[in-house]
């Protein structure tokens, strides 16, 4: 079955999930790798301008909630994972794969439905029955984050450099080939008018009825537990793992999820086009592939003209699609909708 083609928009929050091979507690919450983890995506989020919105790693899956504003994303999650899977094959003394698969992105469509997924990520570890409150929760989420307002710390050791340098000198200090980095959650875009104790108060009190319909739900069933859940042999996995399917976008209006169809198989037929006149040995002039994707053999998105990224096309004149008469603007498509 062929991939879906990634498309990318400069105003769009993404809800990226990915899944540790073979449903594997490879996430296992616990105070180091909370500390891999964290060390790794503050680095990613700052190399790459990444606005994130949200987070929380589970056992084996985590989710995030972010935007991209460089039409960088795919950049930024080849650097966060690569990074993260090889110290975690490090810290579990291990080389087999930690990933199974690519990462999922889910384009969120209104401000609505942005805020349901930050919820639904943060009431996680309520609704996995790990923990009854998830400020009880021992592995990473962005909660405390958004009560508190404060920034993001994590600390990346350059593990090529210690080694070396330990070779050379035993007593060398391991500080020395740590770096830090500091970031700042980025405001959903319907709650950033809102002051920080506003922001907070809506969060709080959402989550607070969504995680007491959740222990209603469960009834009398016991959770995990925070002991339990950090004991968990990180080679074994859940005897029947849940799989769901993946949509391209959520909205609570059917307009924006018709036009952002309609959107998506413009792009989609263009994209091919652009590749057909690409292998062609006699073709004249170079193909031109749509803003928002990744022409074959780059790593870089098509950028809109003049946001000053790079266009990904090499020898593309113009990254705007409108050479093999592209696909409509999304506005256009918003418009008609």
Same mark, same amino acid.
């Given at each position: 079955?062929?991939?879906?083609?990634?498309?990318?928009?400069?105003?769009?929050?993404? +809800?990226?999930?990915?899944? =540790?091979?073979?449903?594997?507690?490879?996430?296992?919450?616990?105070?180091? *790798?909370?500390?891999?983890?964290?060390? =790794?995506?503050?680095?990613?989020?700052?190399?790459?301008?990444?606005?994130?919105?949200? +987070? *929380?790693?589970?056992?084996?899956?985590?989710? #995030?909630?972010?935007?991209?504003?460089?039409?960088? #994303?795919?950049?930024?999650?080849?650097?966060?994972?690569?990074?993260?899977?090889?110290?975690?094959?490090?810290?579990?003394?291990?080389?087999?794969?930690?990933?199974?698969?690519?990462?999922?992105?889910?384009?969120?469509?209104?401000?609505?439905?942005?805020?349901?997924?930050?919820?639904?990520? #943060?009431?996680?570890?309520?609704?996995?029955?790990? !923990?009854?409150?998830?400020?009880?929760?021992?592995?990473?989420?962005?909660?405390?984050?958004?009560?508190?307002?404060?920034?993001? =710390?994590?600390?990346? !050791?350059?593990?090529?450099?210690?080694?070396?340098? %330990?070779? @050379?000198?035993?007593?060398?200090?391991?500080? %020395?080939?740590?770096?830090?980095?500091?970031?700042?959650?980025?405001?959903?875009?319907?709650?950033?008018?809102?002051?920080?104790?506003? @922001?907070?108060?809506?969060?709080?009190?959402? #989550?607070?009825?969504? =995680?007491?319909?959740?222990?209603?739900?469960?009834?009398?069933?016991?959770?995990?537990?925070?002991?339990?859940?950090?004991?968990?042999?990180?080679?074994?996995?859940?005897?029947?793992?849940? +799989? /769901?399917?993946?949509?391209?976008?959520?909205?609570?209006?059917?307009?924006?999820?018709?036009?952002?169809?309609?959107?998506?198989?413009?792009?989609?037929?263009?994209?091919?086009?652009?590749?057909?006149?690409?292998?062609?040995?006699?073709?004249?002039?170079?193909?031109?592939?749509?803003?928002? /994707?990744?022409?074959?053999?780059?790593?870089?998105?098509?950028?809109?003209?003049?946001?000053?990224?790079?266009?990904?096309?090499?020898?593309?004149?113009?990254? /705007?699609?409108?050479?093999?008469?592209?696909?409509?603007?999304?506005?256009?498509?918003?418009?008609r909708a």
């Amino acid at each position: 079955m062929a991939r879906r083609l990634r498309i990318q928009r400069l105003d769009v929050v993404y +809800f990226v999930t990915n899944r =540790c091979i073979d449903e594997m507690y490879l996430l296992r919450p616990g105070p180091a *790798v909370n500390a891999l983890i964290l060390g =790794c995506l503050t680095r990613a989020v700052a190399k790459h301008g990444i606005e994130l919105m949200g +987070f *929380v790693f589970m056992g084996n899956h985590f989710h #995030l909630l972010c935007r991209a504003p460089r039409m960088n #994303l795919g950049e930024f999650m080849r650097d966060f994972q690569s990074w993260l899977a090889t110290k975690l094959q490090q810290h579990w003394k291990t080389t087999s794969q930690i990933f199974g698969r690519r990462y999922s992105a889910v384009d969120l469509l209104d401000d609505a439905t942005a805020f349901d997924k930050l919820i639904y990520l #943060l009431a996680n570890p309520c609704a996995a029955d790990l !923990v009854r409150d998830p400020r009880d929760y021992p592995g990473l989420s962005s909660l405390p984050y958004h009560l508190d307002d404060q920034p993001i =710390c994590g600390r990346w !050791v350059a593990q090529e450099k210690l080694t070396r340098n %330990l070779k @050379r000198n035993k007593d060398y200090d391991p500080e %020395l080939a740590a770096s830090y980095h500091s970031i700042q959650l980025t405001p959903l875009p319907a709650l950033a008018p809102k002051s920080a104790e506003q @922001r907070a108060s809506t969060i709080a009190k959402t #989550l607070a009825s969504t =995680c007491a319909a959740l222990h209603k739900k469960r009834g009398k069933k016991s959770v995990l537990g925070a002991r339990r859940l950090q004991r968990l042999d990180p080679r074994s996995r859940p005897k029947a793992p849940k +799989f /769901t399917p993946c949509p391209t976008c959520l909205s609570t209006q059917q307009a924006k999820k018709d036009a952002h169809k309609a959107h998506r198989q413009a792009v989609t037929e263009s994209y091919y086009r652009a590749r057909s006149h690409d292998r062609n040995p006699q073709r004249q002039g170079p193909a031109h592939y749509p803003v928002g /994707t990744t022409p074959p053999g780059h790593q870089k998105c098509v950028a809109v003209a003049g946001s000053g990224t790079p266009t990904g096309a090499a020898g593309s004149g113009t990254p /705007t699609g409108a050479a093999d008469g592209g696909p409509p603007s999304w506005s256009r498509l918003q418009s008609r909708a």
